[in-house]
């Protein structure tokens, strides 16, 4: 499938150039090419959801670190992204192009560095530039990193102990607590790494808090003594949705396997990291191998130890965040560097009874975002601006004074640091999904979906069903009720309508459509994804 859709892609490209260039961006360029270059750090996780960072008002943990950044900077209070999976979003932000035109459409593919990205541009000007940690599109050949004076990455999806990762193309074998080493090779770097006389741009990106949520050994018993708050909708029945939502494979109740929940421990610890990790869990496994739960009460169990794992994952990255912050403070950088903290894509915490991401509700199409730049962001600002990731490679070219090239899609942010409330800003955002094929590849099971979401409202089409959703954000803010076909939303339907139509052909998105069958095999009775075929718990 993939092959004959972008096969059609160097046509779309050229329509997409002249498109664009009609498109006014307001760019920091020209005021900042004579002005020192500043340097850019990108803070980076994986699955780490907003609603788990105290600064976005947390219910269920605390953050100091992260925090920090936001009290210092900008909060963007609107931050969602193209296509809500680990690789695609990671490839947006490279290329500032959405999924059917930088060829990452779904994990699995392999991403083509040899295409335009920001850092060659960033490299151009005289920058030095490191990837550390996930990378996450493939690697060998044309999926290394490119544009990078110094990358070390995570072999695929990288495991959260004792990580193999690719030193500049050569495997290199690490022991440890991947959060913390992906850190001290982030500070090696930026101590010795780099040309000092060069500004830098570092891509600091860590596994955490990436299923299967494997805590650090400080923090293996971090909440032991705490109940988590449970979401309103962890025992949602789908009722007032369409299809998609009851067809998925994501729940906590049935998708979650012995492993996830670690009534297994991890298969590659060292001795000594197994004796630790097993004095932490096996008396808490031991108290709930005897309590013999049933029904609501073993969700209730699982929700509770999923939650504590992925908190503790994400203690971990806070922690580690505030040593890059304090180094940057100590030796004098900070006024000069540009901090931005994001994650590929949000995660339910048990919101509608899942874990993951990939669809378009709330929880997993926004992404955490914030800026902080001194001097140039006022200290404790927020922003609503509707943002994507589609606007990060725009922004960090921006930031270093280099031209936008008109191909890019997404916009430069820059303008709303010293202008949150800006009037000229774009109204809606168009989101893609394409991870289910037909086959035993799909996991999770969420079914191809396209929709467009502005300040209100929300349009969501999941093509292959043939169904739609309209959700109004300010009444139903937890999406658990489509308005679709209520008489009164028929305007907002024939509005958003129209205009995911045309975000469409602004993008140029190709109809994909008939690429997966309408009713493929996975959906008959007995079929299970690949990835969970394990034991369930
Ligand atoms: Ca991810």
Redesign the pocket.
Known sequence: MTVSFISSLPRLRGFVLKASALVFVLSLAGALRAAERPNILLIFT??HASHSISAYGSQVNKTPNLDRIANEGMLFENCFCTNS??GP?RAVILTGKHSHLNGFLQNGNKFDCGQQVFPKLLQQVGYQTAVIGKWHLGHGGKSDPQGFDYWEILQGQGPYYNPPMFKNGKLVKHTGYTTDIITDLALDWLKEGRDQDKPFMLMFQHKAP?RNWQPSPKHLTMYDDVTIPEPDNLFDDYEGRGSAAKQQDMTIAKTMTAFDLKLTPPRNLTPEQLATWNAAYEPKNDEFRKANLQGKDLVRWKYQRYMKDYLRCVASVDDNIGRVLDWLDESGLAKNTVVIYS???GFYLGDHGWFD?RFMYEESFRMPLMVRWPGRIKAGSKCEALTSNLDFGETFLDIAGVDIPADMQGVSLTPLFGNPAAKDWRDSLYYHYYEFYGDRRAAHMVRRHYGVRTDRYKLIHFYNLDEWELYDLEKDPREMKSVYADPEYAGVVKKLTSEVKRLQKQYQVPDDAGSVPKDPPSLKPGFRPAQNKKKKA
């Open positions: 994986d699955d999976i680990c979003s990436h994650s590929d894509q991401k």
